[in-house]
């Protein structure tokens, strides 16, 4: 089984990514871990560098040219299904699970996150909460496509696991 893990930054993706292939057993793979490794920039220099536009290509490029395990999970990066057909790429290379949080605790779990996230030009506080909620918005159309949908603000290892098999059972 593939599972490509999507949502807004800081719902959890790398963290549980981790925790679900390793209680399935499976490999673990993180988008932007292996954009790292194909440019050998970071996220945050990619950007500075190249911008986004060149980014979200370069994003597209190694989710559809990457040679996935049958049977991984993959964290994918917040931006990923939101461009180009990556989304409906995922769903017919694998199951997409959308992780789902309210921008109150995007927010909280962004502010207190050590990774930078060139996307939010270091917003803070009631700034910060403003600009996810917009973001989300635009975004939301996208991670409704997967397949698979958990919802906040607890997520574990058998929550990810029973919805992926009630969607298997349809
Ligand atoms: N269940 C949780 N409770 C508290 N903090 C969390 C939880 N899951 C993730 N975090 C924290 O939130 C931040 C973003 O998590 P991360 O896994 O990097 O998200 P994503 O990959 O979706 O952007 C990190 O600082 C992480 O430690
Ligand atoms: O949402 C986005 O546009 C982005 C999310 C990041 O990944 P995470 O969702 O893992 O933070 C990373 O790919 C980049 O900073 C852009
Ligand atoms: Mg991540």
């Not at 990923?80 to 109150?104: E, R």
């Not at 060139?118 to 600009?131: S, T």
Request: hydrophobic share 40%; with cysteine.
């Amino acid at each position: 089984m593939r599972i490509f893990l999507i949502g807004f930054m800081g719902c959890g993706k790398t963290t549980w990514g981790k925790k679900l292939a390793s209680a399935l057993e499976i490999p673990f793979l993180d988008l932007d871990a292996l954009i790292r490794e194909h440019t050998g920039m970071t996220v945050p220099q990619y950007f500075q560098e190249f911008g986004e536009a060149r980014f979200r290509e370069t994003e597209r490029d190694v989710l559809q040219s990457a040679a996935f395990p049958e049977d991984a999970v993959i964290s994918t990066g917040g931006g990923a299904p939101c461009y180009f057909d990556n989304m409906d790429w995922m769903n017919s290379h694998g199951i997409a699970v959308y992780m789902s949080l309210s921008p109150g605790m995007l927010a909280s779990r962004l502010e207190n996150a050590k990774e930078v996230r060139p996307v939010l030009e270091g917003r803070k506080g009631e700034a910060l909460v403003q600009f996810i909620q917009e973001k989300l918005q635009e975004r939301e159309p996208f991670y409704s496509k997967a397949n698979v949908i958990v919802t906040g603000p607890e997520f574990s290892v058998e929550k990810f696991i029973s919805a992926i098999e009630d969607y298997q059972r349809k």
